[in-house]
C-alpha cells in the first residue's frame, strides 16, 4: 500500500500562484508514475499532469503552460506549481500513484479554490 499525503491547497486570488505537494509513502522508484488529477463540484474527475518515473510529462490542455509538475527522488514527494489560476480551476486536486505493479494509489485530495 503506497500512501500519499497532499499538502499546499488553499484560498487564492485569480492570477495567483499555489504549490501542491504529493509525499508517497515508498521510493518513487518503485512507481512508474505519479500524477495529479482535480474534481470539481458535479463533474467527473479529470486528469491535470503526470510524471513518469523517466521524467516525462503529460499534461491536460486547459493548464498547459500555467502548471508544472516536477519530483524530487531524494524527497519521494512529486509537486504540482500551478499559476496564473483561474476560477475555473476549483477544484479538489488529488494526487495518484501507478506502482509498477499496476496497483494504483490516490491521496485524500487538498481544496483549491480560486476568487474572482
Known amino acids: 500500500q503506497v500512501q500519499l499525503v497532499e499538502s499546499g491547497g488553499g484560498l487564492v486570488q485569480a492570477g495567483g500562484s499555489l504549490r501542491l505537494s504529493c509525499a508517497a509513502s515508498?521510493?518513487?522508484?518503485?512507481?512508474?508514475?505519479m500524477g495529479w488529477y482535480r474534481q470539481a463540484p458535479g463533474k467527473q474527475r479529470e486528469l491535470v499532469a503526470t510524471?513518469?518515473?523517466?521524467?516525462?510529462?503529460n499534461y491536460a490542455g486547459s493548464v498547459k503552460g500555467r502548471f508544472t509538475i516536477s519530483r524530487d527522488n531524494a524527497k519521494n514527494t512529486v509537486y504540482l506549481q500551478m499559476n496564473s489560476l483561474k476560477p475555473e480551476d476549483i477544484a479538489v486536486y488529488y494526487c495518484?500513484?501507478?506502482?509498477?505493479?499496476?496497483?494504483?494509489?490516490w491521496g485524500q485530495g487538498t481544496q483549491v479554490t480560486v476568487s474572482s
Open positions: 495518484t500513484a501507478l506502482r509498477r505493479d499496476g496497483d494504483r494509489f
Open positions: 515508498e521510493s518513487i522508484f518503485s512507481i512508474n508514475a
Open positions: 510524471i513518469t518515473r523517466g521524467g516525462s510529462t
